[in-house]
């Protein structure tokens, strides 16, 4: 797997080519290839390319509808391909988890994303990236009331435009931006500038004809006749935009027009209308997806039955109303779920790569991670025990009488013992367990994230398994003393203070008979004579 190591293998460079070319056109065909990428990289153990892949096929999750495992896999590398030069991937990654925070009603959050994408996007001259956060930052300000917040951005937007090669991509963005701030200045009352806007908006439209029955160009003449009073118009392209939205199959893609469309007909009171277009969505759009439009659907048909008295329906909506809510509830609960499970991965994924490349730095005679690989360590390990406040135990452990063994049996006896006593240790490393060297027959061990009783539980284990090693060895009588230190970082504790209360606490045991385990939160608990 040497060749495939990185992200500029051949076979990978050609595999991304595959996945660039697909985007957006085949979304099945995008998936299959953005998960051979990720198995890929998850094969070859290249940290860096398994974030790279990881952002990948967060998108192409995305661009299939499936919002969950798009915020899982995009949460997994975004914050690692961020500090690479992959800026136009971590662009599309702040973008994508900007709309479906946004989609979870997590507003806050997908105010960051999406800032985030304007600032680098903008940082790094990609101004379609700009455009596509721009406008999508206008529609949840507009959402959200802040009206002149959204005109800002749409203009934002419209001004990237100038720097856009591709010419449909350039003109979706400016005729669509156009569209959007007629509305909103139709809704400010700004005649004199919902004039202009509309002006702008059809002259390019003649230039380019293909966006003439767009929903969105349909809505914004229909927002403009009707604030002019101009019925006959109005009415006309209130059929346009009913026609359009009927030959519509994708309202997801068309969400906020599509709001903004049933919202006309809610004021006009067309509820005969209204049932026919719910009707249509509830058709296209599976209950389980889009539930921010079936919520929104059955609360106008509350407002509905509420208006004309019909107790009937009006009970079935808002049965509906509260079954659709506890399945946003339960969609927010699992992305919550996902993102800690995520979080927790992440975590173990960097506790494991800290303790294999601490192993690379090895004592001489016992082949696991030496005194100085340890100080480093143990550093981390205390930086990330006290971000994700988790416990953090320290084992200082010694032979017993070891002088005695190099005495009896010789100095190349008691190498041997190291050695085995060292073997005993490699066996219960995992990704939680750390074991290193400190001098002379003290051993070092690290538990990150365990219980007193799992760790007592492993103390016990090594102690047993060094004396029947040491037996097969022919010297009997061999025993170690153990002193450790578990708890959660305090304020004002640094990484050496569990270094320190380990060895106080290894000398207790010493100082007490020897062959024992003592496990304390604080070296005060020397103080008491409980034994755990």
């Known amino acids: 797997m040497e060749e495939l190591r990185s992200k500029q293998s051949p076979e990978v460079v050609e595999l991304v080519k595959k996945i660039n070319n697909v985007r957006g056109t085949d979304p099945e065909k995008h998936l299959d290839l953005a ?12 940290e860096d390319l398994k974030n790279y892949a990881s952002c990948m096929l967060g998108d192409a999750c995305c661009k299939n509808g499936d919002f969950s495992q798009g915020l899982y896999y995009l949460s997994a590398g975004v914050q690692a391909v961020s500090k690479t030069d992959e800026y136009q991937l971590t662009c599309r990654c702040y973008n994508e988890l900007g709309i479906i925070f946004r989609s979870e009603s997590h507003f806050i959050t997908a105010e960051e994303y999406f800032i985030n994408c304007i600032e ?13 956060a721009c406008s999508n930052f206008a529609s949840l300000c507009y959402e959200m009331d802040a009206a002149f917040q959204a005109l800002e951005y749409s203009y934002r937007a419209i001004e990237c435009c100038t720097f856009i090669e591709d010419e449909i991509l350039k003109n979706t963005f400016l005729i669509t931006n156009y569209a959007f701030i007629v509305k909103l200045y139709v809704e400010l009352g700004e005649s004199e500038k919902a004039n202009a806007s509309f002006v702008e908006m059809e002259n390019l439209i003649k230039e380019y004809p293909d966006f003439n029955d767009s929903l969105s160009v ?10 002019r009073k101009d019925d006959l118009n109005s009415r006309i392209f209130k059929q346009k935009c009913l026609d359009e939205f009927y030959g519509c199959d994708d309202c997801i893609l068309y969400f906020d027009e599509t709001k903004a469309l049933i919202s006309l007909m809610m004021d006009d009171n067309e509820y005969a209308e209204l049932e026919n277009m719910f009707e249509h969505i509830e058709k296209i759009v599976p209950k389980q997806e889009c539930v921010d439009l079936h919520l929104y659907i059955e609360n106008c048909r509350v407002i509905i039955y509420q208006t004309v008295d019909d107790e009937k329906k009006l009970a079935k909506s808002l049965s509906r109303y509260h079954l659709y809510s506890e399945q946003k509830n339960e969609d927010s609960k699992r992305s919550f779920i996902a993102t800690l499970r995520l979080r927790s991965e992440l975590a173990q994924e960097k ?12 004592d001489s005679l016992t082949g696991i991670a030496n005194r ?27 032979v017993d009488y070891f002088k005695e063994v190099n005495d009896t049996y010789g100095h190349s006896k008691g190498d041997e013992l190291l050695v085995s006593l060292a073997n005993v240790l490699k066996k219960i490393t995992d990704n939680k367990i750390f074991v290193a060297r400190y001098g002379g027959d003290e051993f070092v061990i690290f538990y990150y994230d365990m219980t007193d009783a799992e760790i007592i539980e492993k103390a016990h284990l090594i102690k047993e398994s060094i004396k029947n090693t040491s037996e097969k060895m022919g010297l009997k009588g061999v025993s170690v003393s153990q002193g450790i230190v578990n708890h959660v970082p305090r304020p004002l504790n640094r990484a050496w203070d569990y270094l320190n209360a380990a060895d106080l606490t290894l000398y207790f045991v010493k100082n007490h008979g020897k062959d024992n385990v003592r496990l304390v939160h604080r070296a005060t608990d020397l103080e008491t004579q409980n034994w755990e």
């Open 120 to 132: 680098m996007a903008r940082a790094n001259r990609l101004y379609s990236d700009e455009a596509v």
């Open 351 to 362: 506790t494991q790569n800290l303790f294999l490349l601490a192993a690379a730095e090895t």
């Open 35 to 46: 998960c051979d990428l990720f198995d890929l990289a998850c094969e070859c153990g290249n």
């Open 218 to 227: 349909l809505l914004a003449r229909l927002y403009y006749f009707r604030f």
């Open 372 to 398: 100085l690989k340890m100080n480093a360590v143990v550093d981390e390990l205390f930086e990330m025990a006290n971000k994700e406040q988790k416990l953090l135990g320290v084992e200082m452990m010694d």
